[in-house]
């Protein structure tokens, strides 16, 4: 729907899915997805938090790279930071994650986000 460029009607589906299951995590990332691509960011960062909030451990990262992606967007890198250093957290707390790529990345964009602002 939302490639033919039926804008409203995607957002529709997706308020309807989580609507009808609002435990499922995907939904709340589509449906941020969408308000993202529509510049409702505030709605899409609501979405992308909830996405993150009501998985069981381990929980996966999708949401809080989508919150660091839109926070740097909006020039909010303090906010882009703290995300990034979620998806850490998450990574050692719930995955026993302390070193890697999954880790290394996210160091790499906390300090390429510093940088912006200074």
Not at 4 to 10: C, N, R, S
Not at 15 to 40: E, S
Not at 63 to 89: C, F, K, T, V, W
Request: charged share 25%.
């Amino acid at each position: 729907m939302f490639q033919k460029g039926m804008l409203q009607e995607a957002l529709d589906y997706w308020n309807a899915a989580v609507a009808r299951a609002p435990q499922t995590w995907q939904a709340y990332l589509r449906r941020g997805n969408r308000f993202q691509k529509l510049g409702r960011y505030k709605e899409a960062l609501a979405d992308y938090e909830q996405c993150f909030l009501i998985q069981d451990s381990p929980r996966l990262t999708d949401g809080l790279h989508s919150m660091a992606q839109l926070h740097e967007i909006l020039e909010d890198y303090p906010a882009a930071i703290h995300d990034r250093e979620r998806i850490i957290n998450c990574l050692k707390e719930e995955y026993h994650t302390t070193s890697g790529e999954g880790i290394n990345s996210q160091l790499r964009e906390i300090e390429r986000l510093k940088a912006l602002i200074s």
